[in-house]
């Protein structure tokens, strides 16, 4: 009954590739984010969805796109990946009170 | 956007002593959470305290939002207690949170 799951919870790939990041919660949530954790365990918010649209996005790079195919799901997508897009990304939903809860987290190695 | 400053930022104790980890930010907020990220780097919800005075157990945490800090307090710590508090919280008109830089915690036994 976990209530935000992330897939994969290890990503290790190549420069150039194209990858995703599935995130589901079932928590009834109509607000759902995309965090990124850095090497120094800094985390900063890249987006938001609240119901299905696009509320913030923050300055990341246009190869990072969010994708919500219904409330309950938000994934990333990532093209042509870099060495500097190693981290942690973390998913996390929040209720109208604005409580948020996060997933696991997904640890990206780009080699 | 709004600042989050997190003290201590390393903290060293000793199995059963007690701790006061302090967030402070920058503007007025209508959310603010503490989390625990454990050896494992999952992000734990200790509380969602954008006022007032919460108890969980061995912890508890205060928020003066007219002040704009808040405090949490472990009592009696114990090794399972190790890992990162972070402190993050949620302008007025904005749903993200904007974390503060963490408290590494160690309980040595």
């Known amino acids: 009954d976990t209530a935000v799951s992330q897939t994969p919870k290890y990503l290790v790939t190549q420069m150039g590739n194209d990858k995703s990041i599935k995130c589901e919660q079932n928590l009834g949530h109509d607000t759902m984010y995309w965090y990124k954790q850095d090497s120094k365990k800094f985390l900063k918010i890249m987006f938001s969805?609240?119901?299905?649209?696009?509320?913030i996005n923050e300055t990341v790079p246009n190869r990072f796109s969010p994708k919500s195919p219904d409330k309950a799901h938000l994934n990333l997508h990532i093209n042509s990946l870099e060495l500097g897009d190693s981290a942690v990304y973390f998913c996390?939903?929040?209720?109208?009170?604005?409580?948020?809860?996060f997933g696991p987290g997904t640890r990206l190695t780009v080699t | 956007g709004i600042q989050v400053e997190q003290s201590p930022p390393d903290l060293i104790l000793q199995e059963g002593a007690n701790s006061t980890l302090r967030c402070n930010f920058s503007d007025s907020v209508n959310n603010l959470q503490w989390f625990h990220q454990n050896p494992w780097g999952q992000l734990i919800n200790l509380f969602y305290i954008p006022s007032g005075t919460k108890q969980n157990g061995r912890l508890s945490a205060t928020t003066v939002a007219t002040e704009r800090y808040s405090l949490l307090y472990i009592s009696s710590s114990q090794t399972t207690d190790s890992g990162v508090y972070f402190c993050?919280?949620?302008?007025?008109?904005?749903?993200?949170?904007?974390f503060g830089t963490g408290t590494r915690l160690t309980v040595i036994p």
């Open positions: 969805y609240n119901n299905k649209e696009l509320i």
């Open positions: 996390a939903s929040s209720s109208l009170a604005g409580e948020q809860y």
């Open positions: 993050a919280v949620g302008p007025w008109g904005a749903n993200n949170l904007f």
